[in-house]
């Protein structure tokens, strides 16, 4: 399964961004193959539109799931149809890291 974990920075220690849209990086993780791929965000600065664009960079990847601190209101209903499941991280002190290993423990 892929799944994308917005991120602070590009390291496995980044902590996950709080943002999904303006998120500063995506990580892409495939926990069959356990691969990482860090991806700037290039919506990062967009005037408007940040959130519907930043779902179609993780939707053109093949994610089943996405890891962030908030979605706005306008991305989840479009996760919705695209039955990507969105999981909320509150918690902003999460790496990057760790997230993978929970997601691992959760094969």
């Known amino acids: 399964m892929r799944v ?7 390291s496995m ?5 709080s943002k999904f849209g303006r998120c500063s990086y995506f990580v892409f993780y495939d926990t069959e193959s356990e691969s990482v791929e860090f991806l700037p965000n290039a919506n990062k600065e967009s005037v408007e539109g940040a959130g519907p664009a930043s779902v179609q960079t993780v939707a053109s990847r093949g994610v089943q799931k996405v890891v962030s601190g908030e979605f706005g209101a306008k991305v989840k209903s479009i996760f919705d149809q695209l039955q990507i499941q969105l999981i909320m991280v509150p918690d902003s002190n999460h790496t990057v890291e760790q997230i993978i290993e929970i997601l691992n423990k959760n094969k």
């Open 13 to 17: 220690q980044s902590k996950v961004d």
């Open 4 to 10: 994308a974990i917005t991120a602070m920075g590009n």
